[in-house]
C-alpha cells in the first residue's frame, strides 16, 4: 500500500491525530486526488457538433427510409435539438458537457476559439485512433479495423501490471474489436465488448436481462450492439467491483453517420451525454469515487464535412480533427479552452496515468506527453 493510500485511510478513521511523530506528511508524494479514472469515448463524434450543435443544413438532407419516414425523424429531431444560436444547440445536445464539464472541467477543441485537438495516426479511423489514445503512440503498424491483437500495451495493460491497480482496471465497448485493441488474450483485465455476455460478475437481474438482451436483440451491426446495452453492463460492473480504471467505447454516433441519418447521430450523442450524466452521478454517490475520479471523454477520430460529413479516414485530412473534455479535481476549471497549444490524442495514455501519479512516458519514451493543463499544479 502506497503511503499516500495509508495516510488517507488513517485521516478516514481518525487516526493520525494519534501519530504526529511519523511525521507521514513528510513522506506524502504528489499532491494529485484523483485515485480513479474514467475514460469514454464516442466513436466518431465530431467536434462541429460538440461546439456547435445540429447542423440545420444536414437536419435537412434526408437519411434512409429503412428507420421510419426520414421527413417526420428530421422534424422531431430539430424540435429537440435546433435553437438559434450555438451555444443554446449544444447545450441542448449535450446538456452534461456543457452544464457540468464546461463550468467545472476543461473542453479542448474548438478551432474557432484556436483550441486545437486531433490524432497524429494519419489514418482518421477506429482502432489507429484508439490505439493511439490508449497506447499512447501512433504505430503505423496498427493500420486497419480488423479484430487483431494490438501489437503494443495499453496504459491500462501497463497499469493493470502495477500492484496498485492489479484487478482493478475494466474495459466495456460496443465494438468487438476492443477485444482486439485492449488485447484481450494478454492484458490481464476484463475486456467485455461487442455482444459478449459478462459473466465474470455474479449475475444480478438487471446484469442477467443485459445479458439476454444482446442476445436477443435485432443485429443491425454484426460487430457492435446498441450503446445501452454495453454502457448499462458497465455500470452494473462499477456497482459490483469498482475498478479505480474504467473504459466505455460508446459507438452509435459512428454507425448512424455512416448510414446517413443525422438524426440518429445527433440522438446518439444526447444519449451518450445522458450516460456520461447517469456514470459521474452513480459514481460521485460511491464514498471510492466521490471526489477522487477523474473523468476524460473524447471521440477516436472526426469526420468529413459538407457532404461528406458522414465519413472519415485517411482521404478525409478534416477527420483527424476531435476534441477532448476532463473533469475531475486536479483539473482547473477553465471551460471552454481558447488559444491553447494543439492537443492530441497520443497525449492521453501518459496524462491518464499522470493523473494517477504515474509516469507513462517514462517507460513508453515514444508515447505523447500528458496534458499539463488537466493536471493538478
Ligand atoms: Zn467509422
Known amino acids: 500500500m502506497k503511503i499516500e493510500k495509508m495516510l488517507k485511510r ?11 511523530a511519523l511525521g507521514l506528511g513528510a513522506q506524502t508524494p504528489a499532491a494529485h ?3 480513479n479514472v474514467i475514460v469514454v469515448m464516442l466513436d466518431g463524434m465530431r467536434w462541429q457538433e460538440v461546439f456547435g450543435g445540429a447542423d440545420a443544413g444536414l437536419l435537412k438532407v434526408m437519411g434512409p427510409e429503412a428507420l421510419g419516414d426520414p421527413k ?7 424540435k429537440k435539438y435546433l435553437r438559434p444560436t450555438a451555444s443554446e444547440r449544444r447545450a441542448a445536445l449535450m446538456p452534461f458537457l456543457w452544464s457540468e464539464v464546461a463550468s467545472k472541467g476543461q473542453i479542448f477543441g474548438n478551432r474557432e476559439l484556436g483550441s486545437e485537438s486531433q490524432v497524429i495516426n494519419g489514418l482518421n479511423f477506429s482502432y489507429p485512433g484508439y490505439s493511439e489514445t490508449l497506447t499512447g503512440v501512433a504505430d503505423p503498424r496498427v493500420h486497419s479495423n480488423d479484430n487483431v491483437p494490438n501489437l503494443n500495451a495499453t496504459v491500462f ?4 501490471a502495477k500492484p496498485a491497480f492489479a484487478g482493478q ?3 466495456f465497448g460496443a465494438w468487438d474489436v476492443f477485444n482486439g485493441i485492449f488485447n484481450r488474450e494478454r492484458c490481464g483485465f476484463l475486456v467485455d465488448a461487442g455482444y459478449d455476455p459478462l ?20 443485429r443491425i451491426w454484426p460487430d457492435e450492439p446498441f450503446d445501452p446495452l454495453p454502457f448499462h453492463t458497465a455500470i452494473e460492473y462499477v456497482k459490483a467491483k469498482k475498478p479505480r480504471l474504467l473504459f466505455i467505447g460508446l459507438g452509435e454516433t459512428d454507425d448512424w453517420a455512416h448510414s446517413g441519418s443525422y ?5 446518439a450523442a444526447h444519449l451518450g451525454d445522458s450516460y456520461l450524466r447517469e456514470l459521474w452521478t452513480l459514481v460521485q454517490s460511491m464514498p471510492e469515487y466521490h471526489d477522487k475520479t477523474t473523468l476524460i471523454v473524447l471521440p477516436d477520430h472526426g469526420r468529413g464535412v459538407g457532404a461528406k460529413w ?9 477527420s483527424k480533427q476531435t476534441w477532448m473534455a476532463f473533469l475531475g479535481p486536479d483539473t482547473a476549471a477553465l471551460g471552454e479552452r481558447k488559444q491553447t497549444g494543439k492537443v492530441t490524442e497520443s497525449e492521453i495514455a501518459a496524462t491518464v496515468a499522470a493523473l494517477l501519479g504515474e509516469d507513462y512516458q517514462a517507460a513508453v519514451p515514444a508515447s505523447g506527453a500528458p496534458i499539463q493543463d488537466v493536471l493538478a499544479k
Open 10 to 20: 488513517f485521516v478516514g478513521c481518525g487516526l493520525l491525530a494519534a501519530m504526529p
Open 33 to 35: 486526488k484523483t485515485e
Open 72 to 78: 417526420e425523424r428530421a422534424a422531431q429531431a430539430e
Open 157 to 160: 495493460e501497463w497499469l493493470n
Open 169 to 171: 482496471v475494466a474495459a
Open 199 to 218: 459473466t465474470a460478475i455474479p449475475a444480478t437481474p438487471e446484469l442477467a436481462l443485459l445479458n439476454r438482451l444482446k442476445a436477443e436483440t435485432v
Open 263 to 267: 438524426p440518429e447521430y445527433l440522438n
Open 310 to 318: 458522414t465519413s472519415h479516414g485517411e482521404e478525409i485530412p478534416e
